[in-house]
């Protein structure tokens, strides 16, 4: 068990809908990430947040976003939902940010659209 | 941009034997971060090892140690006596040092299979 805690695990939604993944972070950690698996685009990296702030921003849709709350929970919202969005989402979450750290990933929750 | 290549999709090895398994990466950067991850059919992603590349020695966790090799860009990953645990998803991943950007690129994986 990493200590990052996903939910939910599965989700499965119709297209055009919208959705929100939920991400906690290991105690101590104030790095989150979240990444997508899919099939055909492999493990892309989405967006970081660093203690509530975003720090980097990778390959996301403007249909998604993200947060990071005090608490340093975290959630993804994907809206206007399409097929191609059906994907595996993973969160993971670090120390401080620094590039050379170990990252705990969650085991992810599996979006299903349909 | 970097991108990070597992030229063999599927690999198998018998019980207690060695693998190794393959990842090249293009960068034009002096300081970056290269990693192992596994994912076993829990979907997990679990970090199997990590080498700084300005570090010359080669790094081993137990049965898993790298050969890497800066100046050709390898990262190769050597599974010492093999068990069924070992079977997984391995994937490759790449991390600047020098940019601001945090991401980790993956390679598409090698899907290992270890065979009793």
């Known amino acids: 068990d990493s200590g990052v805690t996903q939910t939910p695990k599965h989700l499965i939604t119709a297209t055009g809908q919208r959705v929100t993944l939920r991400c906690s972070p290991r105690s101590g950690d104030l790095s989150v990430y979240w990444y997508q698996q899919s099939l055909d685009q492999g493990l892309q990296f989405l967006i970081q947040?660093?203690?509530?702030?975003?720090?980097a921003k990778g390959n996301i849709l403007e249909r998604f976003s993200a947060q990071q709350f005090p608490d340093l929970h975290s959630e993804l919202n994907l809206s206007s939902l399409e097929l191609g969005d059906s994907a595996l989402y993973f969160c993971a979450s670090s120390v401080g940010g620094d590039k050379g750290e170990k990252l705990f990933f969650g085991s992810g929750t599996q979006l299903s659209v349909l | 941009a970097q991108t990070v290549t597992q030229s063999q999709p599927e690999m198998s090895v018998q019980e207690a034997e060695t693998v190794t398994l393959s990842c090249t990466y293009d960068?034009?950067?002096?300081?970056?971060?290269l990693f192992w991850y596994k994912q076993p059919p829990s979907r997990q992603m679990i970090l199997v090892i990590r080498q700084e590349a300005y570090k010359q020695q080669n790094a081993t966790e137990n049965r898993f140690s790298v050969n890497f090799q800066k100046a050709a860009k390898s990262f190769s990953l050597k599974i010492s006596d093999s068990q069924l645990g070992d079977a997984a998803m391995y994937f490759c991943a790449y991390r600047s040092a020098m940019s601001s950007n945090y991401k980790l690129t993956f390679g598409k994986g090698t899907l290992l299979t270890v065979n009793p």
């Open positions: 960068t034009s950067e002096s300081d970056y971060y």
């Open positions: 947040y660093y203690n509530g702030e975003e720090r």
